[in-house]
């Protein structure tokens, strides 16, 4: 991000919630929540990369927050997100299920804003730190080596 616009770590909170009931796959971000993408690769700071380049650039950005992240918090987070290999296509209640089961509570409890919401939290704060880091991320940066499986 450059100095002429900040990313609102709140905002990005309230898209990544948003973004809960269909993922957050390029695919999905494009289709339902493309304020998600826009947030971190904003069209005015990036006018060499079209929505859709974007939108892979934010799914590759939030998939390096969440290895940041790591161990079962950043693997519910993952499944959460639809970022998990085969949950594309599943419903967040089942979602919810899974990641719940991984963190050893109940699919119930983990709807609570101290669990559901603080682990959207973190990732947001994962992003944020990405973006705004002295060490500035560029779109190339967050690319996967071609060849290489996505983090699941």
């Given at each position: 991000?450059?100095?002429?616009?900040r990313?609102?770590?709140?905002?990005?909170?309230?898209?990544?919630?948003?973004a809960?009931r269909?993922?957050?796959?390029?695919?999905?971000?494009?289709?339902?929540?493309?304020?998600?993408?826009?947030?971190i690769?904003?069209a005015?700071?990036?006018?060499?990369?079209t929505?859709?380049?974007?939108?892979?650039?934010?799914?590759?950005?939030?998939?390096?927050?969440?290895?940041?992240?790591?161990?079962?918090?950043?693997d519910?987070?993952?499944?959460?997100?639809?970022l998990t290999?085969?949950?594309?296509?599943?419903?967040?209640?089942?979602?919810?299920?899974?990641?719940?089961?991984?963190?050893?509570?109940?699919?119930?409890t983990?709807r609570?804003?101290?669990h559901?919401?603080?682990?959207?939290?973190?990732?947001?704060?994962?992003?944020?730190?990405?973006?705004?880091?002295?060490?500035?991320?560029?779109?190339?940066?967050?690319?996967?080596?071609?060849?290489a499986?996505?983090?699941?």
């Amino acid at each position: 991000m450059g100095t002429t616009r900040r990313l609102d770590p709140e905002a990005l909170h309230r898209e990544l919630r948003r973004a809960l009931r269909h993922g957050a796959r390029a695919s999905r971000l494009l289709r339902f929540t493309p304020d998600l993408a826009e947030l971190i690769f904003p069209a005015e700071l990036n006018s060499d990369l079209t929505i859709h380049d974007r939108a892979i650039q934010a799914e590759l950005l939030l998939r390096r927050a969440l290895e940041a992240i790591g161990g079962k918090r950043g693997d519910a987070a993952s499944i959460l997100l639809c970022l998990t290999p085969g949950t594309l296509g599943t419903t967040l209640e089942a979602r919810r299920q899974s990641a719940a089961g991984l963190l050893g509570i109940l699919p119930d409890t983990l709807r609570r804003e101290r669990h559901e919401g603080l682990l959207l939290w973190d990732v947001a704060m994962e992003v944020y730190g990405l973006v705004t880091s002295t060490e500035r991320v560029s779109p190339q940066q967050c690319q996967i080596e071609q060849g290489a499986p996505p983090h699941g």
